[in-house]
């Protein structure tokens, strides 16, 4: 079965440094990894995802994400952060092969608070 | 412009009544899905549909009933034996083929009981 982990429910960040937010996976078989990003009262807006290619992703509004496949890992990234940034984030995964396995499945999402 | 419809914004249910939330797709989406969103909380998937006349259970689905007769709808019945009904509630859609593709999620319904 395939599952995503976001280890950290809240990160905090001042405006203007660089932020992350983590996200490992399990899959069989080579990952379709996604970042989503949820407003308040608002459905999920997709950031950027990996399919193949180069291990850099770079997406939406400045946000970059990078594949590990060693360390399984697809954490997301942006350079230096503005307050609007704040929001609950959300880590997808999706494994080759039919049936349920075509479903996303999503990590517990990330609160995160940008500090003036 | 593409997208996914999801009505009412907010809906208001009574202990006992059901209730019936809208989505509505024009992507030409074979699969649609039905989450449910509590406060501070990921997503827990109450049911999907891969096609037309044809769905399946998810992790929540006792206490909610679909159907979908057409490609473009997937409507969720809040049942009355669902106890704690307050949430709120997303509709997705996806390609049924590619898995390139991501989902395309609707605005949401906020369920209140009162």
């Known amino acids: 079965a395939q599952s995503v982990a976001q280890p950290e429910d809240q990160v905090n960040v001042a405006e203007g440094n660089p932020l992350t937010v983590k996200c490992t996976y399990s899959?069989?078989?080579?990952?379709?990894l996604f970042w989503y990003v949820q407003y308040p009262n608002r459905g999920l807006q997709f950031l950027l995802k990996?399919?193949?290619?180069?291990?850099l992703v770079k997406g939406s509004y400045g946000f970059e994400a990078e594949f590990n496949k060693s360390q399984t890992s697809f954490h997301l990234k942006k350079p230096s952060a503005l307050v609007s940034d704040s929001a609950l984030y959300f880590c997808?995964?999706?494994?080759?092969?039919?049936?349920?396995?075509?479903?996303?499945?999503f990590g517990s999402g990330t609160q995160l608070t940008v500090l003036p | 412009d593409g997208g996914i419809t999801q009505s009412p914004k907010y809906l208001f249910r009574k202990e006992g009544q059901n209730v019936t939330l809208s989505c509505e797709q024009n992507l030409n989406h074979d699969a649609m899905y039905w989450y449910r969103q509590d406060p501070g909380q990921g997503l827990r998937l109450i049911y999907y549909s891969q096609i037309v006349n044809d769905f399946q259970k998810g992790d929540i689905a006792e206490g909610y009933s679909v159907s979908r007769e057409k490609k473009e709808s997937f409507p969720l019945t809040v049942t009355s034996a669902q106890k704690n009904p307050t949430a709120f509630y997303l509709c997705?859609?996806?390609?049924?083929?590619?898995?390139?593709?991501?989902?395309?999620f609707g605005s949401g319904t906020r369920l209140t009981v009162v």
């Open positions: 990996y399919i193949t290619g180069d291990n």
């Open positions: 997808a995964v999706r494994g080759p092969g039919s049936g349920s396995a075509r479903q996303l499945t």
């Open positions: 899959v069989s078989g080579n990952p379709y």
């Open positions: 997705a859609s996806s390609s049924r083929t590619g898995e390139a593709y991501g989902y395309t």
